[in-house]
């Protein structure tokens, strides 16, 4: 079953035969309730014990729709809110898994929980797939700075495959001083020295947050034309 979608009921205090009660608790923390879930009978009985405590997860299923995550990532969502090693080691896992769980991390970056929310950004920086560009794109804007600098390390990551998207985005968004700072640390990363003192008038505009910025949208597509004759350089 891992890796396919399943239907999850939320959690209520289930009948004894249906709770395993655990005396360890991810590595010694002690757990009133590691909830054992049942899938419906014409599915065949498929056990999911989740590693955390019934009210939190039941927490986390009024935020998230279980219809959009696969039973794998889903058995790790809850150890993202967990400290230290576990948290860690869900992370990892989530990484190891790749590109095709990116989908699943967007969902997470709509949450209004901070944690998971720094958690999916964390995946989707180490992922480095391409096909994350233009969510790290609209991520630049984003309200809280942690989310802000790790996408922008996620591009940096990517490579200079984000830099033509970037261009075109900061072309239309001058006016916002997050997107403005965000960008100037990405290309003052990405470009060569050469490219860097061949556009230094752009990278002061995008740093000199005392000015509208009216220039930036020529300046970045005249970046953009130079990186599309010469992608490589």
Not at 81 to 90: D, S
Not at 191 to 198: R, Y
Not at 205 to 214: D, Y
């Given at each position: 079953?891992?890796?396919?979608?399943?239907?999850?009921?939320?959690?209520?205090?289930?009948?004894?035969?249906?709770?395993?009660?655990?005396?360890?608790?991810?590595?010694g923390k002690h757990n009133e309730a590691s909830a054992t879930l049942w899938t419906d009978s014409n599915y065949g009985v498929v056990d999911l014990t989740f590693y955390c405590n019934m009210k939190t997860f039941n927490k986390l299923l009024e935020d998230l729709d279980p219809n959009?995550?696969?039973?794998?990532v889903l058995l790790l969502i809850p150890k993202l809110e967990e400290h230290g090693p576990v948290r860690?080691?869900?992370?990892?896992?989530?990484?190891?898994?790749?590109?095709?769980?990116?989908?699943?991390?967007?969902?997470?970056?709509?949450?209004?929980?901070?944690?998971?929310?720094?958690?999916?950004?964390?995946?989707?920086?180490y992922i480095a797939s391409e096909e994350s560009i233009s969510i790290l794109i609209s991520l630049l804007d984003d309200v809280d700075f942690d989310i802000r600098r790790i996408a922008s390390n996620?591009?940096?990551?990517?490579?200079?495959?984000s830099l033509i998207p970037l261009c075109e985005h900061i072309a239309g968004?001058?006016?916002?001083?997050?997107?403005?700072?965000?960008?100037?640390?990405?290309?003052?990363?990405?470009?060569?020295?050469?490219?860097?003192?061949?556009?230094?008038?752009?990278l002061y505009a995008l740093s000199n947050f005392r000015r509208s910025g009216e220039a930036i949208p020529h300046l970045a597509y005249e970046l953009r034309e130079e990186l599309i004759d010469s992608p490589s350089k």
């Amino acid at each position: 079953m891992s890796g396919q979608k399943m239907p999850v009921t939320r959690l209520a205090k289930p009948p004894k035969a249906e709770v395993t009660w655990v005396n360890e608790y991810f590595g010694g923390k002690h757990n009133e309730a590691s909830a054992t879930l049942w899938t419906d009978s014409n599915y065949g009985v498929v056990d999911l014990t989740f590693y955390c405590n019934m009210k939190t997860f039941n927490k986390l299923l009024e935020d998230l729709d279980p219809n959009d995550f696969t039973e794998d990532v889903l058995l790790l969502i809850p150890k993202l809110e967990e400290h230290g090693p576990v948290r860690r080691g869900a992370r990892e896992k989530l990484i190891e898994k790749g590109a095709e769980i990116l989908p699943q991390m967007y969902k997470l970056l709509d949450l209004e929980n901070s944690q998971l929310r720094w958690e999916a950004a964390q995946v989707i920086k180490y992922i480095a797939s391409e096909e994350s560009i233009s969510i790290l794109i609209s991520l630049l804007d984003d309200v809280d700075f942690d989310i802000r600098r790790i996408a922008s390390n996620a591009l940096i990551l990517i490579g200079r495959s984000s830099l033509i998207p970037l261009c075109e985005h900061i072309a239309g968004n001058y006016d916002k001083v997050n997107v403005r700072e965000c960008v100037h640390y990405v290309l003052t990363e990405l470009l060569t020295k050469n490219e860097h003192d061949e556009n230094i008038d752009l990278l002061y505009a995008l740093s000199n947050f005392r000015r509208s910025g009216e220039a930036i949208p020529h300046l970045a597509y005249e970046l953009r034309e130079e990186l599309i004759d010469s992608p490589s350089k």
